[in-house]
């Protein structure tokens, strides 16, 4: 309790400096409006074309609210799982001078539904976080319910010239690819947390220098919860009209790493691809490597049909199954094994049917553990800042003793963005 006193206590600093800092905005513009009246009314010659100075805000705020309702299937005529989800998102961002700006992001989320009868432990999964400092909480729970706060982006940075430092909970991406990212050494994500469009962040320093419009080095350290460091360089550049990288360093104290990325276009479409290699450094000699690779290409028709595939090698033998289940939490996933071991493939196709609705397929097949996943989704714009989407999941198996834990999930979510 003391730490999470310690931790309320600071996002009521932060809130409060928030409020001056909009009161005080607010001050400044009112003052400028007067003394632009002041200025007009004191004039000899009044200009006809003249116009009132107009001092821009330097801080902004936005955000969404959610509601989306869940439907679990395993049997068609079995009992099926329902779940509800209201989850609200705030953005806070300070330009605080030409070379400072803060940033506050967090959600609010409360679920309630079956699954929190079936499985008990489900708000801890809910609560979960792997920073350094852990900042989410439930703040009430039940048998049926939960109610959580967490921040997943608070960070200060500084600008001056080429040089860039940003200090705090913070998202560092280095992936090229869309589904996979061997390269995302800090804040591994899942493509099925859909729902999550911000991704999550790390508790990091990120050190960048931009030697030229297409060129940068940077560094980056990260600590976990479990106090351990991942600490990795990146210098990206561009020739023959592609964007590459190159990336070294250690992961979780325990294996260095080595990648590469590029992004170009073949035949009009965009070519990706990452590549990374862990090598654990107790036993460095051995041939207990992890190898990670992922390859994309996509292609948009002139009728703006858009296509997309993607392939993922996965060399890390771990048990595919609870690396299945940790999909559904960010925080669980690990960068050197991010999905099922051996290869996947992943297809995609979308279509915008009018300027309001648009429609899309998406399949990924792993041959080496006999799985496929079918994920088709619409959605509709009702009006300016609210959208409607019917999304599905469906998990299924070639191998009998997964097969009883295939499902298909069906969400309907609303979404009002301010």
């Given amino acids: 309790m003391p730490g999470t006193s310690r931790y309320i206590l600071l996002l009521l600093i932060i809130l409060l400096m928030t409020v001056d800092c909009i009161a005080r905005g607010s001050a400044r513009e009112q003052n400028d409006t007067l003394d632009a009246a002041h200025s007009r009314d004191n004039a000899v010659t ?47 961002k300070w330009n605080i001078s030409k070379s400072f700006t803060f940033c506050l992001e967090e959600r609010n989320r409360f679920y309630w539904g079956d699954i929190m009868a079936i499985s008990p432990q489900y708000a801890d999964f809910i609560a979960y976080d792997n920073g350094l400092v852990n900042m989410s909480w439930n703040i009430v729970s039940g048998k049926s319910y939960v109610f959580n706060i967490a921040i997943d982006r608070v960070w200060l940075d500084y600008t001056h010239e080429k040089f860039q430092v940003t200090l705090g909970r913070q998202r560092i991406n280095w992936s090229q690819t869309f589904v996979w990212n061997p390269n995302d050494i800090f804040n591994t994500y899942s493509y099925f947390d859909f729902d999550y469009e911000e991704k999550p962040g790390s508790d990091a320093v990120r050190f960048q220098y931009f030697t030229s419009p297409s060129s940068k080095a940077e560094i980056a350290v990260k600590a976990d919860k479990d106090r351990k460091i991942t600490a990795a360089g990146l210098y ?69 049909i858009f296509i997309q595939f993607e392939g993922f090698y996965n060399s890390n033998a771990t048990n595919s199954a609870n690396v299945l289940i940790n999909q559904f939490n960010p925080g669980l996933l690990n ?59 469906s998990f299924q198996s070639y191998d009998p003793a997964i097969y009883g834990s295939c499902q298909t999930s069906i969400f309907i979510r609303l979404k009002g963005s301010f």
């Avoid at 955000?63 to 705030?90: A, C, E, F, S």
């Avoid at 399949?363 to 009702?382: A, E, R």
């Avoid at 009006?383 to 019917?390: A, E, Q, T």
């Fill in 46 to 92: 009044p200009s006809a074309d003249s116009s009132a100075v107009i001092k821009e805000k330097n801080w902004s705020f936005n955000g969404y609210v959610k509601d989306m309702q869940t439907v679990i299937i395993h049997k068609i005529d079995g009992p099926w799982v329902t779940d509800n989800l209201i989850h609200n998102r705030n953005n806070f």
């Fill in 236 to 304: 990206r550049f561009n020739h023959w009209k592609y964007d590459f990288q190159g990336i070294a360093g250690v992961y979780t104290q325990s294996d260095l790493v080595l990648g590469i990325g590029w992004a170009g276009q073949i035949a009009k479409g965009g070519f990706k691809g990452e590549m990374s290699f862990f090598q654990p450094l107790k036993n460095f000699l051995d041939t207990t490597a992890v190898f990670l690779s992922s390859i994309e290409y996509d292609y948009t028709f002139r009728n703006s």
């Fill in 335 to 393: 960068a050197k094994n991010p999905f099922l071991n051996g290869f996947s493939i992943f297809a995609n196709i979308s279509y915008p049917v009018t300027p309001l609705i648009s429609i899309a397929l998406a399949g990924i097949y792993n041959p080496s553990n006999l799985m496929y996943f079918i994920l088709p989704s619409f959605t509709v714009s009702l009006m300016n800042n609210l959208d409607l989407s019917l999304i599905a999941q």
